[in-house]
């Protein structure tokens, strides 16, 4: 039985990253940087006032001290002259500094003067108050390594930049299967003897949320030729995920079927629970991975397996959910020879996480998967007893419920 660690590492070994695109600014949000960013701009281009106040030359400035206004400027135009020694100009934030001032006293630390002159309580430093040109950024940084995520401030970042288009790799298109005589899907009333379709929507919604586009290819009927033709509908998917049907059952045709479609396959036993065999391989080049059916496995396979491959195609670097110890709230028992992927809460608890049971592990519970905010890692055979350490795989932002 092969460890997670080993069938992940299997997994992202034979993973290679999408080719890249050009998207508009606001569409790459989300996305993955696939070029450095070097500027060609200088920000702010040209030193300027931080305040409202008036340009002078340090030098010059002592208390009691008048100097002559000499003229105004304000943000979106260049100085009409230069400030001389015992100068002074009128300047508003974001006004370029104009030439021979070095410094800006804000306006609420002078005294006017009457209209053509102002006069000083005291001494400014050199460069109070001015931001110096490229004080932000310098032309020739490189600000942006390939491989960034590009969040909102990466987008301001961008657009100050003059990037109206952005390269980024390209997002998969991961086909979803769901193969059984039993599923009747959304919008048709399970007939007696049917249940409904859980696992497309849970995949689908775990593909987006990943940041890759999900294309559904419905449900397939218990029969290898039925789920051939379905995998083979999918020509323009890059990935294809199924779930059912892949252990070793008389019903499970899901690797015959991935085989005669031309997919090269290894079926695994991995040493976790949820979770029965998964498949993986790889079909004309593309990752081919076959989930267990009940809805638990297939979203917690995904989380273990999928989510990392298709991150690793989008061109994350990090491509695991952030791991955290936590205080275990009440016991936490593993039986059994498997790893278990507990479904937990996580509470704050001063500086701590509390991490406590959603309640029934069965892998058809999905109500304990819709309550959980981590996977507690268990090794086989152990109980966590109230209060001591277990890792907890975060899955789900902690911000709702947590803080
Ligand atoms: P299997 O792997 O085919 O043995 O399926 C395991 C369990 O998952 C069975 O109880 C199935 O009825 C259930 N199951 C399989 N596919 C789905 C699905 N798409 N939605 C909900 N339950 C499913
Ligand atoms: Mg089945």
């Excluded at 199924?242 to 695994?268: C, I, Q, R, T, Y």
């Excluded at 081919?288 to 989510?307: C, D, I, K, Q, W």
Aim: aromatic share 4%.
């Amino acid at each position: 039985m092969l460890s997670v660690e080993e069938a992940l590492d299997a997994i992202l070994s034979r993973v290679v990253v999408m080719p890249t695109e050009r998207v508009e600014l606001m569409a790459s949000l989300g996305r993955v940087l696939a070029e450095p960013v070097v500027s060609h701009r200088e920000i702010p281009p040209w030193a300027n006032s931080s305040m409202d106040g008036y340009a002078v030359r340090a030098a010059d400035t002592a208390a009691g001290v008048s100097l002559a206004l000499v003229g105004r400027v304000e943000a979106g135009v260049l100085p009409a002259r230069t400030v001389g020694a015992g100068e002074a100009m009128r300047i508003f934030t974001g006004a370029p500094m104009p030439a021979g001032a070095d410094a800006v006293i804000p306006q609420e630390d002078i005294d006017t003067d009457g209209e053509r002159a102002i006069s000083l309580r005291g001494r400014v430093a050199p460069a109070a108050y001015v931001r110096p040109a490229g004080e932000d950024i310098r032309r020739g940084d490189a600000v942006l390594g390939a491989g960034t995520v590009i969040a909102a401030a990466e987008i301001g970042l961008l657009a100050t930049l003059g990037y109206t288009q952005v390269p980024v790799y390209r997002r998969p298109r991961v086909a979803i299967l769901s193969t059984g005589n039993e599923l009747a899907d959304l919008g048709t009333e399970p007939k007696p003897g049917q249940i409904p379709n859980t696992n497309t929507y849970s995949l689908m919604a775990q593909v987006l949320e990943c940041g890759a586009i999900p294309m559904s290819l419905g449900v397939a009927p218990d029969a290898a030729g039925a789920i051939e033709a379905r995998v083979r509908q999918a020509r323009d998917a890059d990935v294809l995920v199924s779930s059912a049907g892949v252990s070793v059952g008389d019903l499970d045709f899901v690797k015959a079927a991935l085989e005669s479609a031309g997919a090269e396959l290894h079926l695994w036993r991995v040493s976790m629970r949820p979770g029965k065999p998964i498949t993986f391989g790889s079909l004309h080049g593309r990752p081919v991975f076959g989930l267990p059916g009940n809805p638990v496995s297939a979203m917690v396979t995904y989380e273990l397996f999928v989510r990392p491959a298709l991150l690793a195609m989008m061109g994350r670097r990090a491509v695991q959910r952030p791991r955290l110890r936590a205080r275990a709230g009440a016991p936490i028992s593993n039986p059994g020879s498997r790893r278990g992927y507990l479904r937990v809460t996580l509470a704050r608890d001063g500086g701590d996480f509390v991490a406590t049971l959603t309640g029934d592990q069965g892998s058809g519970i999905l109500r304990s998967m819709v309550a959980a905010d981590g996977l507690a890692v268990v090794q086989p055979d152990t109980v966590i007893q109230a209060g001591e350490q277990v890792d907890v795989i975060v899955v789900r932002s902690l911000e709702p419920r947590s803080l």
